[in-house]
Antibody, heavy 119, light 109 residues
């Protein structure tokens, strides 16, 4: 059974960066894809971008192009998401989500990481 | 970018009744459509993938239908635990570019 465990809550100043990690365990399919999805308070789910660890390829939502970087460390079974130039509107719960096969639906989700951006 | 539109925004239904939720894609996504349920303070849970296949452990009262641009999630007889927010997700693009609908809140009437 795949489990995704994310790093803990963060409080950041406007203009700074945040780095959130997502460690996968329990038999990760080699062809899997990992994405990051965020949810602002009281709002819906928003896909930010993803990575296919097997190929090292990344894709980002247009809204976040240039401000987000997603990487994967195969040796640690861990994916990371860095969001830069933070503003108050980036306050949200950030989830990692795993698709068994890259480009498929997200079967597994992390527990979520609360990121608060406040001066 | 494919835009997903869900309707209604909120649906009020009595326990035991049927609920029908809709999701429309701005262009064809074939059957590459999933439905998720989310309760407060929890991560989303996969209900349906491939437009109509129930995920492991999902009760038979949940069913999905549709293809192309029009999709429906039906909950045949609402239980108290079904009152939540439901999202559709398309995953048709390659390289993978995903998009969610804005969600439908299912509330007790």
């Amino acid at each position: 059974q795949v489990q995704l465990v994310q790093s803990g809550a963060e409080v950041k100043k406007p203009g700074s960066s945040v780095n959130v990690s997502c460690k996968a365990s329990g038999g990760i399919p080699k062809s899997s894809g990992i994405s990051w999805v965020r949810q602002a308070p009281g709002q819906g789910l928003e896909w930010m971008g993803g990575i296919i660890p097997l190929f090292g390829t990344t894709n980002y939502a247009q809204k976040f192009q240039g401000r987000v970087t997603i990487v994967a460390d195969d040796s640690r079974n861990t994916a990371y998401m860095e969001l830069r130039s933070l503003r108050s509107e980036d306050t949200a719960v950030y989830y990692c989500a795993l698709a068994d096969h890259a480009g498929y639906d997200f079967k597994y989700w992390g527990q979520g990481t609360v990121v608060t951006v406040s001066s | 970018e494919i835009v997903m539109t869900q309707s209604p925004g909120t649906q009020s239904v009595s326990p035991g009744e049927r609920a029908t939720l809709s999701c429309r894609a701005s262009q064809s996504v074939k059957s590459d459509l999933a439905w998720y349920q989310q309760k407060p303070g929890q991560a989303p849970r996969l209900l349906i993938y491939g437009a109509s296949t129930r995920a492991t452990g999902i009760p038979a009262r949940f069913s999905g239908s549709g293809s192309g641009t029009e999709f429906t999630l039906t909950i045949s007889s609402l239980q108290s635990e079904d009152f939540a927010v439901y999202y559709c997700l398309q995953y048709n693009d390659w390289p993978p570019i995903y998009s969610f609908g804005q969600g439908t809140r299912l509330e007790i009437k």
